[in-house]
């Protein structure tokens, strides 16, 4: 959903980032794929195309450019934010986030720009003719949201390749590797959709195919480590004790950033395909990599200055150029409001009546209304409640006309676009804890002319610290015309799967820990069917192995056992330690 997506240009970047996924190449335009695993896993924010190399400049709002190798020749393409790169005959193609992210192709000299297909898209690898994708365009088409989609590259004959929930994927020949949602697990199948198999039982947090193995973090043990292991899944071998951030797998090396676990940030390293030989390149804090030939292109955050830096060099630290975009301060005189109070921004007047953040959705979709499906978040969910006037003479679409601040920086501001629906006065019925179904929320809502609708916006932030602002905007720019500060008017809250962790690893310090999969369970006192999160638990030095489950809705640790009633389960809830 767009709303989780920030306007400011960090987070523009790292809306590439963060959806982890892969292609493979060999850097020549005869090459079969249009960019490699590793580059398109972080971001896809360079490419080489007939000798230079084509890059989406963080310094000028992400626009297209591309430059020689030896650092000369550096031009603008388009001003189009350009990422998910690949090059490909005489095209280069591109996820547009100047448009929606949807694809777009365009002649290397910036000519020609094409629309390919109204989708938007997530994941682009252009692969003989044929261009995959994951589709992000409606969260509500539940048979087709964040599935795997090709389509010609003319934009012709797309057709469905997966029914999963896809988190990411990499392509090797005629197979697809993907991350499938529901379990963090790896899979493949064929690009036809057929021949599906799971490939690993590791908990996959991002992965590059290259070669004839699979680099991947492994994130089971929260520890983020890096290993590999051959096609089929056998022979996994850790590389690396240290916690690993972006990495590419490129040439003979593995370049990667470690989280250092006494200093605040990472360092730039790299280390043979086989973990050996791990040298320091330098102090920056890499969050994505690309590796083009002997070219690195990464982004990288300055604390000193709270700013993201991008870095073209070579892999030996030469030739090096950084590219920072600076943030102008915004928005820090504009007209602020409590809630019921009236605030207007251009021809539509708000009032926020109240507020409700929480951490869980039930899912109540038919079929999956058991607890081990509701969404639980380490952020919260954030439904605002408000009354909105169109003083206008004519209808108003609501997109992108409100959006959550979580706070006034001078250094910038970041925005969670709102999705909104309407409401009822039978549905809101003075009940504070009242939000619509995900479902029930979209982009666009019109309001008439002269009209007054009710309207829920709703949005997740990451870190919530209370109170935020709702901000009123043009529907155009990314300037508020006037906010109001939200403070929710009730709260619930319950543990998340990775702050049961903390719970475990605070009452056990000095213990190994593993953390299990959720329990749905019934206990005496338990008025419905219930979430425990599992651990397996061994002393330091001992073989014996304990089990203990923290109750999602209390925190509580239960001492587990094993009951034959329930053999799925490693262990189910006995009573609360004490």
Same mark, same amino acid.
């Given at each position: 959903?767009?709303?989780?997506?920030?306007?400011?240009?960090? *987070? *523009?970047?790292?809306?590439?980032?963060?959806?982890?996924?892969?292609?493979?190449?060999?850097?020549?335009?005869?090459?079969?794929?249009?960019?490699?695993?590793?580059?398109?896993?972080?971001?896809?924010?360079?490419?080489?195309?007939?000798?230079?190399?084509?890059?989406?400049?963080?310094?000028?709002?992400?626009?297209?450019?591309?430059?020689?190798?030896?650092?000369?020749?550096? *031009?603008?393409? =388009?001003?189009?934010?350009?990422?998910?790169?690949?090059?490909?005959?005489?095209?280069?193609?591109?996820?547009?986030?100047?448009?929606?992210?949807?694809?777009?192709?365009?002649?290397?000299?910036?000519?020609?720009?094409?629309?390919?297909?109204?989708? %938007?898209?997530?994941?682009?690898?252009?692969?003989?003719?044929?261009?995959?994708?994951?589709?992000?365009?409606?969260?509500?088409?539940?048979?087709?949201?964040?599935?795997?989609?090709?389509?010609?590259?003319?934009?012709?004959?797309?057709?469905?390749?997966?029914?999963?929930?896809?988190?990411?994927?990499?392509?090797?020949?005629?197979?697809?590797?993907?991350?499938?949602?529901?379990?963090?697990?790896?899979?493949?199948?064929?690009?036809?959709?057929?021949?599906?198999?799971?490939?690993?039982?590791?908990?996959?947090?991002?992965?590059?195919?290259?070669?004839?193995?699979?680099?991947?973090?492994?994130?089971?043990?929260?520890?983020?480590?890096?290993?590999?292991?051959?096609?089929?899944?056998?022979?996994?071998?850790?590389?690396?004790?240290?916690?690993?951030?972006?990495?590419?797998?490129?040439?003979?090396?593995?370049?990667?950033?470690?989280?250092?676990?006494?200093?605040?940030?990472?360092?730039?390293?790299?280390?043979?395909?086989?973990?050996?030989?791990?040298?320091?390149?330098?102090?920056?804090?890499?969050?994505?990599?690309?590796?083009?030939?002997?070219?690195?292109?990464?982004?990288?955050?300055?604390?000193? =200055?709270?700013?993201?830096?991008?870095?073209?060099?070579?892999?030996?630290?030469?030739?090096?150029?950084?590219?920072?975009?600076?943030?102008?301060?915004?928005?820090?005189?504009?007209?602020?409001?409590?809630?019921?109070?009236?605030?207007?921004?251009?021809?539509?007047?708000?009032?926020?009546? =109240?507020?409700?953040?929480?951490?869980?959705?039930?899912?109540?979709?038919?079929?999956?209304?058991?607890?081990?499906?509701?969404? %639980?978040?380490?952020?919260?969910?954030?439904?605002?409640?408000?009354?909105?006037?169109?003083?206008?003479?004519?209808?108003?679409?609501?997109?992108?006309?409100?959006?959550?601040?979580?706070?006034?920086?001078?250094?910038?501001?970041?925005?969670?676009?709102?999705?909104?629906?309407?409401?009822?006065?039978?549905?809101?019925?003075?009940?504070?804890?009242?939000?619509?179904?995900?479902?029930?929320?979209?982009?666009?809502?019109?309001?008439?002319?002269?009209?007054?609708?009710?309207?829920?916006?709703?949005?997740?932030?990451?870190?919530?610290?209370?109170?935020?602002?709702?901000?009123?905007?043009?529907?155009?720019?990314?300037?508020?015309?006037?906010?109001?500060?939200?403070?929710?008017?009730?709260?619930?809250?319950?543990?998340?799967? =990775?702050?049961?962790?903390?719970?475990?690893?605070?009452?056990?310090?000095?213990?190994?820990?593993?953390?299990?999969?959720?329990?749905?369970?019934?206990?005496?006192?338990?008025?419905?069917?219930?979430?425990?999160?599992?651990?397996?638990?061994?002393?330091?030095?001992?073989?014996?192995?304990?089990?203990?489950?923290?109750?999602?809705?209390?925190?509580?640790?239960?001492?587990?056992?094993?009951?034959?009633?329930?053999?799925?389960?490693?262990?189910?809830?006995?009573?609360?330690?004490?």
């Amino acid at each position: 959903m767009e709303g989780k997506i920030r306007i400011s240009i960090l *987070a *523009a970047i790292l809306f590439a980032i963060l959806f982890l996924s892969a292609c493979s190449s060999t850097g020549s335009n005869s090459r079969k794929m249009g960019n490699t695993n590793s580059n398109v896993s972080n971001g896809g924010m360079s490419v080489m195309h007939d000798g230079w190399l084509y890059f989406m400049n963080y310094s000028d709002k992400n626009a297209l450019y591309k430059v020689k190798p030896d650092g000369t020749g550096e *031009a603008k393409v =388009s001003d189009d934010m350009a990422y998910y790169l690949n090059s490909y005959g005489d095209w280069i193609y591109y996820c547009n986030g100047s448009d929606g992210n949807k694809i777009y192709k365009m002649k290397p000299d910036g000519t020609e720009k094409t629309l390919v297909i109204d989708n %938007v898209a997530q994941n682009i690898v252009v692969a003989e003719d044929w261009i995959y994708y994951i589709n992000h365009t409606d969260e509500k088409n539940t048979e087709e949201y964040r599935r795997i989609f090709k389509v010609k590259t003319d934009g012709t004959d797309r057709q469905k390749v997966n029914s999963e929930d896809s988190m990411a994927f990499n392509m090797d020949g005629d197979w697809i590797y993907f991350i499938n949602n529901s379990d963090q697990k790896l899979y493949k199948l064929k690009t036809d959709g057929s021949g599906q198999l799971k490939v690993s039982e590791a908990m996959t947090l991002s992965f590059n195919i290259f070669d004839d193995h699979i680099y991947y973090v492994d994130s089971s043990d929260r520890n983020n480590k890096l290993w590999r292991m051959k096609l089929d899944g056998t022979g996994g071998e850790m590389l690396t004790e240290e916690k690993v951030s972006a990495f590419n797998a490129s040439g003979e090396w593995i370049y990667y950033g470690n989280t250092q676990f006494d200093t605040v940030g990472l360092e730039l390293k790299k280390m043979k395909l086989d973990g050996k030989e791990a040298t320091v390149i330098n102090d920056d804090d890499p969050m994505s990599i690309n590796v083009n030939d002997d070219l690195l292109v990464y982004l990288g955050f300055d604390f000193t =200055s709270f700013s993201i830096r991008q870095t073209i060099m070579k892999s030996d630290g030469t030739g090096r150029k950084d590219y920072v975009y600076v943030q102008q301060p915004q928005a820090q005189d504009i007209e602020r409001h409590q809630m019921n109070e009236k605030a207007q921004g251009g021809p539509i007047t708000v009032i926020v009546t =109240s507020a409700y953040s929480t951490n869980i959705l039930k899912n109540d979709e038919p079929g999956f209304e058991a607890t081990v499906f509701d969404n %639980v978040t380490d952020g919260a969910y954030l439904f605002v409640n408000m009354e909105v006037w169109n003083e206008s003479s004519e209808d108003i679409d609501l997109y992108r006309r409100t959006g959550i601040i979580p706070e006034f920086d001078a250094m910038g501001l970041s925005v969670y676009w709102s999705t909104l629906g309407e409401i009822t006065d039978e549905q809101l019925n003075d009940n504070i804890n009242f939000h619509l179904k995900l479902a029930e929320f979209g982009e666009h809502i019109i309001v008439k002319a002269n009209d007054i609708m009710r309207v829920q916006a709703y949005c997740e932030l990451t870190e919530p610290d209370y109170p935020v602002y709702l901000g009123l905007f043009d529907g155009e720019t990314t300037d508020p015309l006037a906010a109001v500060e939200v403070l929710p008017s009730a709260e619930h809250y319950v543990t998340s799967w =990775s702050q049961s962790y903390e719970v475990i690893t605070d009452r056990f310090p000095g213990y190994d820990i593993t953390q299990l999969g959720g329990v749905g369970y019934k206990m005496p006192d338990d008025t419905d069917e219930t979430i425990y999160y599992g651990f397996e638990l061994k002393k330091q030095g001992e073989t014996k192995i304990e089990h203990y489950l923290v109750k999602r809705d209390t925190g509580i640790i239960y001492i587990g056992a094993f009951d034959d009633k329930l053999p799925d389960y490693p262990a189910v809830p006995i009573k609360p330690l004490d």
